[in-house]
């Protein structure tokens, strides 16, 4: 990859939104922001916090696949991850079902009650609608199909669709929500968060090790394109060359039982045709001679003769 000119580096700092992962968690990383954050979205008071974590990664076994939370944040009663999403939904449902679940086993020590865990809260903070259907938030909790219950089992799910801020009725969520769509700050938290996005952009160190982080990411992806353009390539080819061969075989099979049926029926068409031939004349030189033997004077015979002969 080309080496950005210092211009090009300054430039793309200056671009660089409050959705940016980097300048997300550089954000949201401060407690008292983060503490902000969440009482905005969820509506609710939260404790002095326990733990702020940005990036924070969980991995259970060698063979599961770990997680990486983009904000994971506890008080006394609720264990919070916050994810900053910009794009590709697909299998979101099912990501943040897995991310509670990564949270819950880790919610309970060995001598615990159930009842003593935590509520567990995943958020989805999305630009974009990530379901389609026009809400500016998808409240998810258990609940029972018959009588439309909600089941007490301590886990949220909630997916912020931001592009549709202006649909939000408490104008502090809304604000906040409209900041993450389009860096739009219209409330003193969010004015206050801009100022602190800014300041992030031009931490030198941290951004140094960030844009170190995404060209080796980048150029792992670019790796991985390059290896599976030239498997796409060759996988052609191979498949081409099996397709011809086996083409060919098919063909050449195919050529043989049509040649050798078309040969029989011809065969046994020239044979009919000689058998049907050489009977009748076999049939007419036996008559002959039997009408040799009726002892008829030689005017008859010679007339005979001129139709058996």
Known sequence: MKEKTPKELHNERLGLKFSNDFIFGKVIGKP???????????GMKLDDLHRVETQKTMKRTYRSKGVRFDAFIEDSKQLVDVECQVGSY???ARRAAYYRSEISIDALEKSEKYSSMKEVYVLFVCKT???????????????ARENGRVVNDGQHTIFYNCSAWWKVG????RALMRFFYDDTATSAFTREMSNMADEAKFEDDDFTEYYADLRAKIHVLLEKQEALEESWAKGIAEGRAAGLAKGRAEGLEEGRVKGMAEGLAEGKAAGLEKGRTEGMAEARKSAWEKIQNLGLDSETLKKVQSVFV
Do not use: M, R
């Open 90 to 92: 697909d299998g979101l």
């Open 32 to 42: 008292d922001i983060a503490k902000e954050f969440l009482s905005v979205l969820l």
């Open 129 to 143: 609608d990530p379901f389609g259907d026009g809400e500016p938030v998808y409240t998810c909790e258990t609940t």
């Open 170 to 173: 408490n104008p502090d969520k």
